[in-house]
């Protein structure tokens, strides 16, 4: 008997709703239905439009319950940002972490509380978009947060819009920087000390749990023939992507790569020390209660706006072709700090690095766009290679083998120069991880699979074959 489950992932730039199939000889899925992600820049900043993805979820969903009875539905998207409730009527639309309103809200932090106590209560690494940070500037926009408000995550309002319960989901309230790194709950402390109403942080709900079934007048919207449960799943993307790694053993540290490259190893707990938090690494919740260690890594959004900029002067890129051209080129290749905080921002990105390369005495043009491509994705290896030396060195957890998935593990360019850098080899795929790991946990909860995460990873090597890259010499890079 063949068990369907709907995964509803969002990511930065798009979302999709994907189907998995799964009986006792295989594990199967398709996307049934693609969506984009676009932000909209109002007078008061940069927001998600949550309305129009919304609509394009229940449109996927329509189209997928037309044809299969699925017996779950779950939801995951990226990180840190929420929508403030009132009596079940959403309070303005959602800002996006790249707003800049993020700044000033770090300095309200830091006046209450300094990085080294903050890092010690939460183990999160700083990002000057957590959410701890973006709720210093709302409540300085507003005068003061209201106790009658609820902070819902992005997949928990969505859940919420489907289900009319209330929770936040434990792998994405760790990114808030407002959950104690030791209990797991909200820091009831910290969040005094601070400020935030405690009425303002719903109940904690673990992935695998029942979050509620569709409301009837949704069921009605979507042609669904029965009350499908809502199953809360690792809703931060990077959870249920790790969730998917292939890996067959523990010696390894995983890359997930999209917008953003996910840099870490998996452990039973968290390690918070101060050679930790100077090089800024996390510890974010799992699933199964495992510890996400890892470091953020600027990621895709280098290549991907760069290739924005230059089709805005009327080009068309063809994104295999200017890889190819990439690898094409000879001679030694610059690299420069992909990590740097002056590119979070979105906009002239291809301009943006060849001024600060040339700040800093590195030859490159914007309209060399071959030589300019091969240059962030070497520096990108560069930055994920340091990011998996610095795992292992730091959490004391041996490295043997890294997994990449993702979007990034389509990129045989980008696989191979990680190899080369971190020399070790690398195991690419699969590239639908989040939505395959949000659909593994659908289905243990609903009682299609069984085991532990080891077991779940067992699935997916039976039906993913990585493609492998070996580290090579100089020599052999030419």
């Not at 071959?370 to 560069?382: D, G, N, P, Q, T």
């Not at 610095?390 to 993702?406: C, D, F, K, R, Y």
């Not at 979007?407 to 971190?422: K, M, T, Y």
């Amino acid at each position: 008997m063949t068990t369907t489950l709907a995964a509803v992932d969002l990511g930065a730039t798009s979302g999709r709703v994907v189907l998995g199939h799964l009986d006792r000889a295989d594990f199967r899925m398709h996307i049934a239905a693609r969506f984009p992600n676009t932000p909209v820049r109002t007078p008061d900043g940069l927001h998600w439009n949550i309305l129009e993805l919304y609509r394009s979820v229940l449109a996927g969903l329509t189209g997928a319950l037309r044809e299969h009875e699925v017996a779950s539905i779950g939801i995951d998207s990226w990180a840190v940002d929420y929508a403030l409730v009132r009596g079940g009527r959403m309070l303005g639309v959602p800002f996006h972490y790249r707003d800049e309103r993020t700044e000033r809200g770090v300095e309200l932090v830091h006046a209450k509380v300094g990085a080294e106590e903050l890092y010690r209560e939460s183990g999160l690494q700083h990002l000057p978009f957590n959410t701890v940070f973006q709720l210093a500037a709302e409540q300085a926009d507003a005068g003061e947060l209201d106790p009658r408000d609820r902070m819902l995550m992005i997949p928990d309002l969505l859940a919420y819009w489907l289900t009319g319960e209330q929770g936040v989901e434990r792998t994405n309230a760790s990114t808030t920087g407002l959950l104690s790194v030791t209990s797991g709950g909200w820091n009831s402390s910290l969040i005094e000390l601070l400020g935030y109403p405690r009425e303002l942080f719903p109940r904690l709900v673990d992935p695998g749990a029942t979050i509620g079934t569709l409301l009837p007048s949704v069921a009605t919207e979507l042609g669904a023939r029965s009350a499908i449960p809502v199953t809360a799943v690792g809703s931060h993307d990077t959870a249920s992507a790790v969730v998917a790694v292939p890996a067959a053993s523990a010696d390894y540290a995983y890359i997930s790569c999209g917008t953003w490259g996910l840099v870490g190893v998996e452990l039973e707990r968290p390690v918070v020390t101060d050679a930790g938090r100077a090089a800024n690494f996390t510890n974010e919740g799992g699933v199964d209660g495992r510890i996400r260690y890892l470091h953020n890594v600027m990621g895709l959004w280098l290549l991907t706006e760069s290739v924005r900029e230059w089709e805005r002067d009327g080009s068309e890129i063809h994104l295999p072709s200017l890889l190819e051209a990439a690898a094409a080129v000879t001679g030694e290749i610059p690299t420069f700090d992909a990590n740097d905080t002056e590119f979070l921002a979105p906009g002239r990105m291809a301009t943006r690095i060849v001024e600060h390369c040339c700040a800093r005495g590195i030859r490159v043009s914007v309209d060399d766009r071959a030589f300019l491509a091969r240059v962030i994705v070497e520096s990108l290896a560069e930055a994920f290679a340091r990011a998996v030396h610095q795992a292992s060195e730091l959490s004391g957890h041996p490295v043997s083998t890294v997994h990449i998935v993702g979007g990034g593990s389509q990129n045989a360019l980008l696989c191979q120069a990680i190899a080369d850098r971190v020399g070790l080899p690398v195991l690419a795929g699969p590239v639908e991880a989040t939505a395959m790991g949000n659909l593994l946990v659908q289905a243990r909860a609903v009682g299609a699979l069984s085991g532990d995460l080891e077991s779940l990873r067992a699935v997916v090597r039976s039906v993913v074959a990585p493609v492998a890259y070996a580290p090579r010499t100089l020599a052999q890079r030419g």
